[in-house]
């Protein structure tokens, strides 16, 4: 693709894209002209990574530099997830409370289209409360929303044969789960639950499992994932 391309796709001006390049941080491009390059599909992601951890994580171009050198030892795997969390993990998320008002700008921000917002709603996939009238989501579920966007732009899709049911169905399995702790630890000490002591040690032991149930299931899939083009390719 042009340059100009480039610039439409990633939204990051020209200059900047050629400053990445004289710095280091984006390699060449192979040139097609004496005034024209082709830029692969390749820099489309590699910008979106470098933009995610100046904008999430404030890194100089000089740390960005040398994360990227080391991820070109890991795994196709590993590099392709990265952008996701520069994307995503943002540390400052963390410490501030980010909600939004209304279904149109719960749309305008995750860009995922109307209708499958009120459909995830109806699966309780996203979730929202009524506050006067208005509609409140969460910052969880502004990450749902663009975390649905991004896996249909990024080919799985109703149209690419991914069937959206399936995040129902997950979202079922957890709220089962969720219930089944609730049932079995909070219930019986039900007294003590309503503590502000208990209260903290829950949000914490919360925040904990949260973190269990995503690397581990992280750490399952790409293992299965592994396996899987093993399989199809020995020599992988």
Same mark, same amino acid.
């Given at each position: 693709? +042009? &340059?100009?391309?480039?610039?439409?796709?990633?939204?990051?001006?020209?200059?900047?894209?050629?400053?990445? &390049?004289?710095? /280091?941080?984006?390699?060449? $491009?192979?040139?097609? /002209?004496?005034? =024209?390059?082709?830029? #692969?599909?390749?820099?489309?992601?590699? !910008?979106? !990574?470098? +933009? @995610?951890?100046?904008?999430?994580?404030?890194? %100089?171009?000089?740390? &960005?530099?040398?994360?990227?050198?080391?991820?070109?030892?890991?795994?196709?795997?590993?590099?392709?997830?990265?952008?996701?969390?520069?994307?995503?993990?943002?540390?400052?998320?963390?410490?501030?409370?980010?909600?939004?008002?209304?279904?149109?700008?719960?749309?305008?921000?995750?860009?995922?289209?109307?209708?499958?917002?009120?459909?995830?709603?109806?699966?309780?996939?996203? /979730?929202?409360?009524?506050?006067?009238?208005?509609?409140?989501?969460?910052?969880?579920?502004?990450? &749902?929303?663009?975390?649905?966007?991004?896996?249909?732009?990024?080919?799985?899709? %109703?149209?690419? @044969?991914?069937? %959206?049911?399936?995040?129902?169905?997950?979202?079922?399995?957890?709220?089962?789960?969720?219930?089944?702790?609730?049932?079995?630890?909070?219930?019986?000490?039900?007294? =003590?639950?309503?503590?502000? #002591?208990?209260?903290?040690?829950? @949000?914490?032991? =919360?925040?904990?499992?949260?973190?269990?149930?995503?690397?581990?299931?992280?750490? !399952?899939?790409?293992?299965?994932?592994?396996?899987?083009?093993?399989?199809? #390719? $020995?020599?992988?």
């Amino acid at each position: 693709m +042009k &340059i100009s391309e480039l610039v439409s796709r990633t939204n990051v001006a020209r200059e900047t894209i050629h400053y990445y &390049i004289r710095e /280091g941080v984006l390699a060449k $491009p192979r040139k097609m /002209g004496k005034n =024209t390059a082709d830029y #692969d599909e390749g820099y489309v992601d590699q !910008i979106r !990574i470098i +933009k @995610g951890l100046q904008d999430n994580y404030y890194l %100089p171009l000089s740390v &960005i530099k040398k994360i990227l050198k080391s991820q070109k030892k890991k795994s196709v795997l590993e590099q392709s997830s990265l952008w996701i969390h520069s994307e995503y993990s943002r540390p400052i998320d963390l410490l501030l409370s980010e909600v939004v008002a209304g279904r149109d700008r719960f749309v305008e921000v995750t860009g995922l289209d109307r209708h499958w917002v009120e459909q995830m709603e109806t699966w309780g996939v996203i /979730g929202s409360q009524d506050r006067d009238g208005v509609r409140i989501y969460s910052r969880d579920d502004v990450v &749902i929303g663009k975390l649905i966007s991004d896996m249909g732009s990024s080919g799985f899709g %109703p149209d690419d @044969g991914y069937d %959206p049911e399936e995040l129902r169905r997950m979202v079922d399995f957890f709220r089962t789960v969720a219930k089944d702790w609730m049932m079995r630890y909070i219930e019986p000490t039900f007294e =003590t639950a309503v503590s502000e #002591d208990f209260t903290s040690k829950g @949000g914490q032991f =919360t925040e904990m499992m949260s973190l269990f149930f995503y690397h581990a299931f992280r750490r !399952i899939v790409r293992e299965e994932f592994a396996d899987f083009l093993k399989n199809i #390719d $020995p020599d992988k």
